[in-house]
């Protein structure tokens, strides 16, 4: 199967189909030009002197808006018969918050410029929290229950490939020029890549969705009671979400301590702080071919399980290394891993609730997530102070392999 082939939609497909399928793939160009910037905003924050509480509200602060609105956002989005507006305009807001990042050297002294940056995504969490429950129901719409890890793998794997691109670039620019200003290049060149998002996302096409009907005159309790009874009624969904949540939480765990870990412990420069994450980021386009043809082959409890236990050992292995090839090398193997893990538990969570109810299960699932990414990121920052950053990396290994445990029990 060639590059250029998985650009298009596969065959069988509707015009319309098509055409969504190429504004999705498109819409994953421009997320991958805007994702560079991430993997630096809190390198930049640590370069500025931010404590490791501070770093870790960038996790925690969108986690928590998310635990607090996502089911609220997502009983809105479920009585719209359309979500791509909601979805494109929010996602634009979001990766402003880069240009306004990029804006703040030119106007602030340094000292003010950690919690400026704090504010500006602050504001964003909400917008993030719209995104996250709109995109599986919009990419579930576009692709259908059968073609799922089709749209899925070309979209991240062009994805990946652009932010493997755009973060080696990000990683020079900010080694050669001089600072503040590479930072301020860095975010507002690459916060472009949110307009081309905005402009293809925005015109997907998919057909109204029918509100589910009203109860007039319902109580907040009785409401509440009916939202309980149907998220319990799919035991299937609780299953999966109980053991997504205990991965969740040791990934979450760990993400503000690489970056930290990197800057502290390695004393990694830019330009290899940007090759590691070009190093995760690239191989995700070999990644989502492999893990498609196991899925065909082996099928998704296979994938599900090398996935979740291949990413267990990572952490664990760059804690026991200050060496920034081998990092590189970690982080290329969990990019293989990661980019199944995407795959499978897409997948496997829409296939665990009705499709009429997306909105309203996946804004659940979003609540969830947001609530291990909440915590998880203050309390591994808290363990970094007391057992240091080699150690709260063994902690997010000990607990994702903890719920590879689950999985594996599981049927």
Known sequence: MSFLNWSVAPEGSTPTQRENFRKVIIDGIGIGIASAAA??????????????????????????????????????????????????????LVISAYALTGVLPFVLPNDQIVIATLIIWALVTVPQVIVNVCFSVVMNGVAGPKGRYELMSRRWSILGLTTAIAVALAGQILDRVAPPFNYQVVFLLFSVGGLISYYYSSRIELPDQEPPPRVPGASLRARASSFVGLIRGERAFVSFMTKRFVFFTGSALAVPIFPLYYVRAVQANDAWIGIINTAQAGILLFGYFIWLRFSKTRGSRFV????????????????????VQLITVFAALAGIF?????????????????????????????SLQHLSTMLSPLVGTLLADHIGLGGALLVSASIRLIAFLLFLRGK
């Open 39 to 92: 993997p630096f905003l809190p390198v930049f924050l640590a370069r500025l002197g931010a404590t490791n509480f501070q770093v870790g509200l960038l996790t925690a602060m969108p986690a928590g808006a998310g635990f607090l609105f996502a089911i609220l956002i997502g009983a809105f989005l479920q009585t719209r018969k359309q979500v791509v507006p909601w979805f494109s305009g929010a996602r634009l």
């Open 304 to 323: 599900l399980l090398w996935t979740t236990f291949g990413l267990a050992l990572y952490p664990a292995l760059v804690a026991f290394t200050h060496d």
């Open 338 to 366: 990661q980019a199944g893990l995407d795959l499978v538990f897409f997948d496997e969570l829409l296939k665990t609730f009705p499709a009429k109810y997306s909105a309203t299960f996946v804004s659940f699932a979003q």
